[in-house]
């Protein structure tokens, strides 16, 4: 394909990014456009796993995220009273083997703009429309700017606003697999040491970590339930149903409750999947958790993303055109992203034990899921381009 392409990429998170590095290096012009005032900083921790580990060395990136992982060295389980049930040590409680690395969302973020500090990069611009034509897509953006470009490649996550105005709701489904995540950050009053401290019980778990930062903790909540907030995209609602499903369930649950409101950074949404038959219509592409995230109970949204990038910019830069690239970017990533949504959806229903689990019990669980996560994690072939 010629590279002449001039190439949209909205969301400066990670498949953006990602994205407009290999597309740059195969001669592309791409342009990153996000819809907030800056990449958003901090957030809570992901994973480098399989063969998205193999994508980070060929970007020159690996040593970097390396040198920014996280540094926890234990997690430690506790019942309802607060007692130490047992504790683990090492990479075992993160389900991480070999090469694989786990890094703070931001600091990751920070490390991919870094590789395209050379394209031009927008802030504060949300897409208003997108219009198709035979040889080109004409974005109006918010702010009143108009663009023509040769493509349109969204990586706006899982609430993809672009998504919802190219493809109709016969193209895609949002699947909810009756779990919800909400993170924030707190003053790290358990003066934890580089450990997660967790309490696992009624289908539910609370935790907290504390890792480089001593003065600051990250509250995490997960819970399986068949009701949802009376407004699931409105903060004051969500956080009402957390109280609803956490207060008096134990441990630290009322305090960690207590200092929900004073977080400038808090997170909460429902456990779910974007089910696509393809990513692409037209001109116009879906890459990352826009079109195929896999849960955040899989631990594989940052590796689907980093993969999907490669393997999109890969095929745009081997094809004729942008139809038989968008053709063989479907075809290709299809078992990889099958893997590993299946692998979430089977945490999703593995997980959240009804009793707290012994040291025994948590082992044998974690063996099964270092099985099943090694298959889904390596369940593609990078082509070389």
């Given at each position: 394909?010629?590279?002449?392409?001039?190439?949209?990429?909205?969301?400066?998170?990670?498949?953006?990014?990602?994205?407009?590095?290999?597309?740059?290096?195969?001669?592309?012009?791409?342009?990153?456009?996000?819809?907030?005032?800056?990449?958003?900083?901090?957030?809570?921790?992901?994973?480098?796993?399989?063969?998205?580990?193999?994508?980070?060395?060929?970007?020159?990136?690996?040593?970097?995220?390396?040198?920014?992982?996280?540094?926890?060295?234990?997690?430690?389980?506790?019942?309802?009273?607060?007692?130490?049930?047992?504790?683990?040590?090492?990479?075992?409680?993160?389900?991480?083997?070999?090469?694989?690395?786990?890094?703070?969302?931001?600091?990751?973020?920070?490390?991919?703009?870094?590789?395209?500090?050379?394209?031009?990069?927008?802030?504060?611009?949300?897409?208003?429309?997108?219009?198709?034509?035979?040889?080109?897509?004409?974005?109006?953006?918010?702010?009143?700017?108009?663009?023509?470009?040769?493509?349109?490649?969204?990586?706006?996550?899982?609430?993809?606003?672009?998504?919802?105005?190219?493809?109709?709701?016969?193209?895609?489904?949002?699947?909810?697999?009756?779990?919800?995540?909400?993170?924030?950050?707190?003053?790290?009053?358990?003066?934890?040491?580089?450990?997660?401290?967790?309490?696992?019980?009624?289908?539910?778990?609370?935790?907290?970590?504390?890792?480089?930062?001593?003065?600051?903790?990250?509250?995490?909540?997960?819970?399986?339930?068949?009701?949802?907030?009376?407004?699931?995209?409105?903060?004051?609602?969500?956080?009402?149903?957390?109280?609803?499903?956490?207060?008096?369930?134990?441990?630290?649950?009322?305090?960690?409750?207590?200092?929900?409101?004073?977080?400038?950074?808090?997170?909460?949404?429902?456990?779910?999947?974007?089910?696509?038959?393809?990513?692409?219509?037209?001109?116009?592409?879906?890459?990352?958790?826009?079109?195929?995230?896999?849960?955040?109970?899989?631990?594989?949204?940052?590796?689907?993303?980093?993969?999907?990038?490669?393997?999109?910019?890969?095929?745009?830069?081997?094809?004729?055109?942008?139809?038989?690239?968008?053709?063989?970017?479907?075809?290709?990533?299809?078992?990889?992203?099958?893997?590993?949504?299946?692998?979430?959806?089977?945490?999703?229903?593995?997980?959240?034990a009804d009793e707290p689990l012994s040291a025994e019990q948590a082992e044998e669980r974690n063996n099964i899921v270092l099985g099943i996560m090694k298959k889904a994690t390596h369940a593609i072939e990078l082509p070389e381009y």
């Amino acid at each position: 394909m010629p590279h002449t392409k001039k190439i949209l990429v909205i969301g400066a998170s990670v498949a953006g990014p990602a994205l407009c590095y290999w597309l740059n290096h195969y001669g592309f012009q791409p342009t990153l456009v996000e819809k907030n005032q800056s990449t958003r900083k901090g957030g809570y921790a992901i994973d480098l796993r399989g063969i998205a580990v193999d994508v980070a060395k060929q970007m020159g990136i690996y040593d970097s995220v390396c040198a920014m992982r996280t540094s926890l060295q234990c997690v430690r389980y506790v019942d309802a009273a607060g007692n130490l049930l047992f504790e683990e040590h090492g990479e075992k409680g993160g389900f991480r083997q070999g090469d694989e690395v786990e890094i703070v969302r931001g600091d990751l973020v920070d490390i991919l703009m870094k590789t395209i500090t050379d394209i031009p990069c927008f802030y504060d611009h949300a897409i208003e429309s997108l219009t198709q034509h035979d040889d080109h897509v004409t974005v109006q953006f918010k702010n009143g700017k108009t663009e023509n470009y040769d493509l349109v490649i969204a990586a706006d996550g899982l609430h993809s606003a672009t998504r919802r105005m190219v493809f109709s709701k016969d193209d895609y489904h949002l699947r909810n697999l009756g779990c919800y995540i909400s993170v924030f950050s707190i003053p790290n009053y358990l003066q934890l040491d580089h450990c997660e401290t967790l309490l696992e019980a009624k289908q539910k778990l609370v935790s907290i970590t504390s890792d480089k930062d001593s003065t600051k903790a990250f509250a995490g909540f997960m819970f399986r339930s068949s009701n949802s907030p009376n407004d699931i995209r409105d903060e004051a609602s969500q956080k009402d149903f957390l109280r609803e499903n956490f207060t008096n369930h134990g441990w630290e649950s009322n305090k960690l409750l207590s200092l929900m409101n004073d977080a400038n950074d808090f997170y909460f949404d429902a456990i779910m999947q974007v089910k696509m038959k393809d990513w692409t219509k037209g001109r116009i592409a879906l890459v990352g958790d826009a079109g195929y995230t896999p849960s955040p109970l899989s631990g594989q949204g940052t590796s689907l993303a980093l993969v999907g990038a490669y393997i999109l910019a890969g095929e745009l830069k081997t094809a004729t055109d942008h139809v038989a690239a968008f053709a063989r970017y479907n075809e290709l990533l299809k078992p990889y992203v099958e893997a590993n949504q299946a692998f979430g959806v089977w945490v999703s229903e593995s997980f959240l034990a009804d009793e707290p689990l012994s040291a025994e019990q948590a082992e044998e669980r974690n063996n099964i899921v270092l099985g099943i996560m090694k298959k889904a994690t390596h369940a593609i072939e990078l082509p070389e381009y």
